[in-house]
């Protein structure tokens, strides 16, 4: 069943349409990567998703109801986004920060339950975090910092979770733990919608795969069949070589040099 | 098997009924511990003057055992100016720090971006053209919100981190100060001195008469402040990830900012326009509380601290003649506005 769907979504942003009739589904549980080259519109469909904008036709359906007819409250229970580069206030430690995560499900005469403890040591201890729990967010590593956002976002408790470019700032030891606790909270039942830059990653660890440019849809699919040489010229305008990791079988995307016996400046 | 709740490090659980509230540790001992400092900073305002009192004998006086020389004193003299600057310091700095964290900008307060100066010329041309004589305190708030809707005029929208809205706000308190001026300018000093120094922020000769409508307005506005605290505490991560969280941001941010104008507004009715006491508490405000929480209490106490101490320091300092209280706080403030900017300024480069 699809948790997500969007009808025949068209979008402009000054005067320049973005996208036109797009229609998607998101099918429940799901680990999705939205991938394409830089202003083909994936930040942008997150944040139609998630609400921080509006479509100007069309219609996003959450769990079979119209998306602008959630209230913010409401909304804040199903579908937890996180933005590229999230705001650390001083100050504000790794605990507080899973502990807003809790406030949607929370009012003013009820700021702290049990299910909102459990939450809290669930996401603690599913992301790592009990070391540096006590530590202010803005003292942390990246890597640490993201992990701590992913906590918020999964205290959050929500079934649909939407992720833009969480790895992009992180060295690659980072993006790989970054990438498996999404993977893993994927694993949980939710469905998680990820932009992300690097193919092989959206490749590796995504169920599916959607391919974008210039606001159309260009593939979509299972990431094996999606990450060919042909799509990525077709995206990037780059020729390239696959080959396949020898752990895992997954795709590796190697670029070709336009000029190979030039030499280097 | 039923095991207690544990709130997060640093919280205390606090349960009454079916309510169960959190708070912060520090939060509370700092807000406890500027209790005390109000109470003294009273105290010594009363106590100093041109006729000298021991705070003992305040102290006395006050619980009714004092003689009729120091009643006269305290009841009629110190006790309603004291009042006074109390409830606008408090607005002050409540004000200051409702719209520096809407705005997420530490210059972004109602005497940075002519608020304070749009009441102020509100007040002088009521008081000069319709109430005459009568102090239009009611004015305030209106001169205000013309004021407001003049800088949304111009900036449609605050900028990234407000800084859009404090440069304009700068031009607009230039030109809505010298519009004041230039009003008082048109009638002979005689007739307008106690306005001219009114608009200096001068509380010489203020009491109940504006006090206490002032401080019953504020007290009707404190629970929606109350309520709104807590989104606005969210709101420190940023109206984006907010929004995530199911905060109504637009709703959050009209009420915000109408109520932080209209504080700001019935603070300068009082004491006319105060510099720097809204910027300065907050921030201070907040570094006690270790930026844990918003510090909206801490923030509000110290502005009456800072007032009343200036206020004291404004009638004791050339005596027998009285400064303006304003112009004590632009000198402390102006210090530490250049001690702030100079320390931001590595950050900037």
């Known amino acids: 069943m699809a948790v997500l769907k969007l009808n025949n979504i068209s979008f402009s942003y000054r005067q320049q349409h973005i996208f036109n009739q797009v229609s998607l589904q998101f099918g429940a549980g799901k680990l999705i990567g939205i ?152 694993s949980m039942g939710k469905t998680v919608v990820l932009v992300i830059h690097d193919l092989a990653a959206a490749a590796r660890y995504c169920n599916e795969v959607i391919a974008l440019r210039d606001g159309a849809i260009v593939a979509n699919g299972t990431a094996k069949s999606v990450v060919t040489e042909t799509l ?10 696959i080959l396949y990791a020898p752990q895992d079988d997954a795709p590796v995307i190697v670029p070709r040099r336009k000029y190979l016996h030039s030499e280097p400046m | 098997m039923i095991h207690e709740l544990l709130p997060p490090a640093g919280k205390t659980l606090i349960s009454i009924g079916k309510w169960r509230l959190l708070a912060d540790h520090r939060t509370l001992m700092v807000t406890i511990f500027l209790l005390a400092l109000t109470l003294v900073s009273i105290v010594l305002s009363i106590s100093l003057g041109s006729a000298k009192l021991t705070s003992w004998h305040v102290l006395q006086t006050l619980l009714g055992q004092g003689d009729r020389v120091s009643e006269l004193t305290v009841f009629k003299v110190r006790l309603p100016r004291t009042i006074a600057v109390l409830v606008a310091g408090c607005a002050l700095g409540l004000s200051g720090c409702l719209i520096q964290s809407l705005v997420r900008n530490r210059l972004a307060t109602p005497d940075m971006v002519g608020v304070n100066e749009g009441a102020m010329l509100a007040i002088i041309f009521f008081t000069l053209y319709i109430t005459l004589g009568q102090w239009p305190w009611w004015a305030a708030p209106l001169g205000a919100l013309a004021t407001a809707v ?200």
């Open chain 1, 35 to 186: 991938v394409g080259p830089n202003g083909c519109g994936k930040s942008t469909l997150l944040k139609l998703l998630a609400r921080q904008i509006q479509p100007d036709t069309g219609d996003i359906l959450v769990k079979g109801k119209a998306l602008h007819r959630y209230s913010t409250k409401s909304l804040a229970c199903e579908i937890a986004f996180l933005p590229q580069n999230p705001i650390s206030p001083l100050g504000i430690t790794v605990e507080q920060l899973l502990q807003y995560g809790r406030h949607p499900h929370q009012s003013w005469f009820n700021q702290w339950g049990k299910e909102d403890r459990d939450s809290v040591d669930a996401a603690t201890q599913l992301l790592g975090l009990a070391d540096y729990l006590h530590r202010p967010l803005a003292e942390l590593s990246g890597g640490q910092r993201q992990r701590a956002w992913l906590g918020m976002i999964l205290a959050q408790d929500t079934d649909i979770v939407l992720l833009d470019e969480p790895t992009s700032a992180l060295d690659i030891g980072h993006q790989v733990e970054v990438m498996e606790c999404i993977s893993h909270i994927a």
């Open chain 1, 232 to 241: 990525v010229a077709q995206l990037f305008d780059t020729h390239v070589d």
């Open chain 2, 150 to 349: 003049l800088l949304f005029g111009l900036c449609r929208n605050p900028g990234e981190q407000g800084y859009l809205f404090v440069v304009v706000g700068i031009g607009v308190t230039e030109m809505l100060s010298a519009a004041g001026e230039f009003l008082m300018s048109t009638e002979s000093i005689v007739h307008i001195s106690s306005v001219y120094m009114w608009s200096m922020g001068n509380f010489s000769g203020q009491g109940y008469l504006t006090a206490v409508p002032v401080a019953s307005i504020l007290l009707c506005l404190l629970p929606i402040v109350i309520y709104l605290s807590r989104s606005l505490d969210v709101m420190r991560l940023g109206t984006i990830t907010a929004s995530n969280l199911g905060v109504h941001i637009v709703r959050v941010q009209g009420g915000v900012l109408f109520i932080a104008i209209m504080i700001a507004a019935l603070g300068t009715a009082i004491g006319g326009p105060i510099a720097f006491i809204a910027m300065a508490a907050p921030i201070i405000a907040s570094y006690l509380v270790g930026h844990r929480t918003l510090p909206l209490w801490c923030a509000a106490l110290l502005g009456a601290v800072f007032l009343l101490l200036s206020d004291t320091l404004a009638r004791v300092l050339a005596q027998p003649y009285e400064i303006s209280t304003g112009v004590i706080t632009r000198i402390l403030g102006g210090i530490f506005l250049l001690f702030l900017l100079l320390n931001d300024k590595g950050k900037v480069d």
